[in-house]
């Protein structure tokens, strides 16, 4: 069956822009979660979504936001873009939850310049 | 707050040699979960480890835990070269759908 697919795999964006990137899950996952893997804070998590609900919140400002649809895709919102928000943006499916493992997906490398 | 902390942070080995690497953390858990990760790419579970068990194999891999301690290894027997990666443990904070919190990871180096 076809993993996780997040997109797009690379981006190059500007201090103050914004950012939206798109995961979609295993067939049949509910749970989606994101983490920001930086080489100085390992990785953080985000958030995470079960049926369309958010189900549990990391310590990131608010500029930080996700959603779930109904099919389970999701994406996550970065705004008003910071250096420091340069990292690997990880997506992770899992049936019901991480306490299930989590499948996860390549990954979205954001270079903010 | 980090929940889980994987010890050494670098292992450098021969190839056929085992590899163990330590989790510790800090508060009560539901399971245990180790993760590998080759060179910035996403991470691939490896096993689960509940808290009412106390060892769990698959293939080369055997992971132990020690709810007493707090505490979990990870042993990879006859390592090979493919098994250079990053390792990290993640664990819940005690109930059924929790958020996992990730270590830092250990650094593994096999060395053909």
């Known amino acids: 069956k076809a993993g996780v697919t997040q997109t797009p795999r690379y981006l190059i964006k500007t201090r103050g822009q914004q950012v939206t990137l798109s995961c979609s899950p295993i067939?049949?996952?509910?749970?989606v979660s994101w983490y920001q893997q930086t080489p100085g804070q390992g990785l953080q998590f985000l958030f995470e979504?079960?049926?369309?609900?958010?189900?549990n919140k990391g310590n990131f400002p608010g500029r930080f936001s996700g959603r779930q649809f109904s099919n389970s895709r999701s994406e996550m919102n970065v705004s008003t873009l910071e250096l420091g928000d340069s990292a690997l943006y990880l997506c992770?499916?899992?049936?019901?939850?991480?306490?299930?493992?989590?499948?996860f997906g390549s990954g979205t490398r954001l270079t903010v310049v | 707050s980090q929940q889980g902390e994987e010890d050494p942070q670098a292992l450098s080995i021969q190839e056929g040699e085992n590899a163990t690497m330590n989790c510790s953390y800090k508060?009560?858990?539901?399971?245990l979960q180790w993760y590998r990760q080759n060179s910035g790419r996403g991470l691939v579970h490896l096993i689960l480890?509940?808290?009412?068990?106390r060892e769990k194999h698959s293939g080369r891999l055997r992971v132990t835990l020690d709810t007493s301690k707090k505490s979990s290894s990870l042993l990879i027997t006859a390592s090979r070269a493919a098994d250079t990666a990053s390792y990290f443990c993640?664990?819940?904070?005690?109930?059924?759908?929790?958020?996992?919190?990730f270590g830092p990871g250990t650094s593994l180096s096999v060395i053909p």
């Open positions: 992770a499916s899992s049936l019901a939850g991480a306490n299930y493992g989590y499948t």
């Open positions: 067939s049949g996952h509910r749970s």
């Open positions: 979504y079960f049926s369309e609900t958010q189900r």
């Open positions: 508060t009560s858990i539901n399971n």
């Open positions: 480890i509940r808290s009412n068990e």
């Open positions: 993640a664990t819940d904070a005690g109930t059924s759908y929790d958020k996992v919190i």
